[in-house]
């Protein structure tokens, strides 16, 4: 069966950066991307990026170019999803998801990582 | 790039059918057969619902259909039931090898 399982809940202060994980489970890890979305309070379904542990696809939304940075651990089959340099309009729901390559949908979710940007 | 038009909200009554529109433009929805659904209950992980403009994954209920005209899809839920009420998202792959959501529809089930 296949999971995502993200990290904790996290409270940053402006400026600060925060680092999110997603671990996979039930499937080959190096088979799959992983997709980072986030939903703010309110608001609808963003994408983020796509990363590919193999490391042949790696891109980035243009909001986040600069301050985004996704890596994974091949010996624990856990991607993670760096951003920097947060605001409160950072403050979201963070989720992975996995694609099989050039399917262009998201089969599995992990069940989302809350980011809390304040002073 | 900008999100895909949805409506706000819909609204039913049991066992009715509702249609959810998501209106993009050529670089997205209209240029690739590549859209996809998904049901978001709050506080949980968004679900797979339709692939491929029309394509549902196992396990999903018959009652949920997609279809797409130029550079609109559309999902249809049919025999609207009360677990339907959640929020749903289309999604689209683009023209610059990225993707974007839908701006999402809260389902109601009067």
């Known amino acids: 069966q296949v999971h995502l399982v993200q990290s904790g809940a996290e409270a940053k202060k402006p400026g600060a950066s925060v680092k999110i994980s997603c671990k996979a489970s039930?499937?080959?890890?190096?088979?799959?991307?992983i997709h980072w979305v986030r939903q703010a309070p309110g608001q609808g379904l963003e994408w983020m990026g796509i990363?590919?542990?193999?490391?042949?696809?790696?891109k980035y939304t243009q909001n986040f170019q600069g301050r985004i940075t996704m890596t994974s651990d091949t010996s624990t089959t856990t991607v993670y999803m760096e951003l920097s340099s947060l605001t409160s309009e950072d403050t979201a729901v963070y989720y992975c998801?996995?694609?099989?390559?050039?399917?262009?949908?998201?089969?599995?979710w992990g069940q989302g990582t809350l980011v809390t940007v304040s002073s | 790039q900008s999100a895909l038009t949805q409506p706000a909200s819909v609204s039913g009554s049991p066992g009715q059918s509702i249609t959810i529109s998501c209106s993009g433009t050529?670089?997205?929805?209209?240029?690739?057969?590549?859209v996809s659904w998904y049901q978001h209950h709050p506080g949980k992980a968004p679900n797979l619902l339709i692939y491929d403009v029309t394509n549902r994954p196992s396990g999903v209920s018959y009652r949920f259909s997609g279809s797409k005209s130029g550079n609109t899809a559309s999902l249809t839920i049919s025999g609207l039931q009360t677990e339907d009420e959640a929020d749903y998202y289309c999604?689209?792959?683009?023209?610059?090898?990225?993707?974007?959501f839908g701006t999402g529809t809260r389902v109601t089930v009067l």
């Open positions: 039930g499937y080959t890890f190096n088979s799959y991307y």
């Open positions: 990363f590919d542990p193999t490391g042949v696809v790696t």
């Open positions: 998801a996995r694609e099989y390559p050039h399917t262009r949908y998201f089969d599995s």
């Open positions: 999604a689209s792959y683009t023209t610059k090898y990225t993707y974007v």
């Open positions: 050529s670089s997205d929805v209209g240029g690739f057969n590549h």
